[in-house]
């Protein structure tokens, strides 16, 4: 079974950025599809990105595209969610999940991380 552990979280102001990391722990780490989620105060978790088990294939909200990039380094069982440009709309704790397909409802992941928060200033 493989662990994941976020890392990365912080403060920073508007227009900054920040890089999470996802470490996985397991020898399946790479065949697996990686995602974030974020969840803010009194609202629903709400996917952000995936990528596939190779990094060849990747899918972003809306609300996150052309500003996040998503990567993955499977030979160091990590991948990476490198956030510009960031708003204060962005402020959530990060999940990063594990499964099987590059899915992005929350509920079709069975691996989860335990977050990392980030939070922006106006």
């Known amino acids: 079974q493989v662990q994941l552990v976020e890392s990365g979280g912080g403060l920073v102001q508007a227009g900054g950025s920040l890089r999470l990391s996802c470490a996985a722990s397991?020898?399946?780490?790479?065949?697996?599809?990686v995602a974030w989620f974020r969840q803010a105060p009194g609202k629903e978790r709400e996917f952000v990105s995936v990528?596939?088990?190779?990094?060849?294939?990747?899918y972003y909200a809306d609300s996150v595209k052309g500003r996040f990039i998503i990567s993955r380094d499977n030979a160091k069982n990590t991948v990476y969610l490198q956030m510009n440009s960031l708003k204060p709309e962005d402020t959530a704790v990060y999940y990063c999940?594990?499964?099987?397909?590059?899915?992005?409802?929350?509920?079709?992941?069975?691996?989860w991380g335990q977050g990392t928060q980030v939070t922006v200033s106006s």
């Open positions: 999940a594990g499964g099987s397909h590059s899915y992005t409802t929350h509920a079709r992941y069975d691996v």
């Open positions: 397991g020898r399946t780490f790479s065949s697996y599809a």
């Open positions: 990528i596939n088990w190779n990094g060849a294939l990747t």
